[in-house]
């Protein structure tokens, strides 16, 4: 059965310090695969996502995901927070197959920024 | 500016009582979708539509009732039979029918029962 795993619920750091995000998930078939970000009482807005050709994406505001289809993982990643970062990450994924529609979700990891 | 609008922002409710929370898109996305969501839990599907005058039930639509009679409109109304209705709401739309597609999501309403 399709599923998604984010293996930390709170991730706290410091400012200007490493954050990777951890997201696997299982599936029989090949997949799509979506990061999203929710800030404080917002909607969720699309971070970054993979579909298909390199396996790296990287989205505007210096994130970065990696589909590693032997480990069925697709973490995030970004060299040096901000404080701006503060937010709610959310994976996501659909499996590429016949005419599915519906994203299965993970439960979502906390990234906290402090100063 | 194009976009999805959720009204009200903050919704309360006595218990007993069916309510209608509003989803509008001026985005011309044939897709449309609400989710539910509660601390922990992440985003949970209620109904998605993928064309006027069609929806589909996703995996918690027990107590809850949707239409689809305009493209941009998707209301969902909360009905007495839900058992526990506080939480947030999200709905969100796409451009094409299938799930690779970008969501988009509006704001969110917050749904409180007393």
């Known amino acids: 059965a399709q599923s998604v795993t984010q293996l930390d619920s709170q991730v706290p750091v410091f400012e200007e310090a490493p954050v990777e995000l951890r997201c696997n998930y299982s599936s029989s078939v090949s997949v799509y695969l979506f990061w999203y970000v929710q800030y404080p009482n917002q909607g969720l807005q699309l971070l970054l996502k993979y579909l298909s050709g390199s396996t790296l994406v990287e989205s505007i505001n210096g994130f970065e995901a990696e589909f590693n289809k032997s480990q069925t993982s697709f973490h995030l990643r970004k060299p040096s927070v901000h404080i701006s970062d503060t937010a709610e990450y959310f994976c996501?994924?659909?499996?590429?197959?016949?005419?599915?529609?519906?994203?299965?979700w993970g439960l979502g990891t906390s990234l906290a920024v402090n100063p | 500016d194009g976009g999805i609008t959720q009204s009200p922002k903050y919704l309360f409710r006595k218990e007993g009582q069916n309510v209608t929370l509003s989803c509008e898109q001026n985005l011309n996305h044939d897709a449309m979708y609400w989710y539910r969501q509660d601390p922990g839990q992440g985003l949970r599907l209620i109904y998605y539509s993928q064309i006027v005058n069609d929806f589909q039930k996703g995996d918690i639509a027990e107590g809850y009732s949707v239409s689809r009679e305009k493209k941009e409109s998707f209301p969902l109304t909360v009905t007495s039979a839900q058992k526990n209705p506080t939480a947030f709401y999200l709905c969100?739309?796409?451009?094409?029918?299938?799930?690779?597609?970008?969501?988009?999501f509006g704001p969110g309403t917050r749904l409180t029962v007393l």
């Open positions: 996501a994924v659909s499996e590429n197959a016949g005419n599915n529609r519906k994203l299965i």
């Open positions: 969100a739309s796409s451009t094409g029918q299938f799930s690779y597609n970008e969501q988009f």
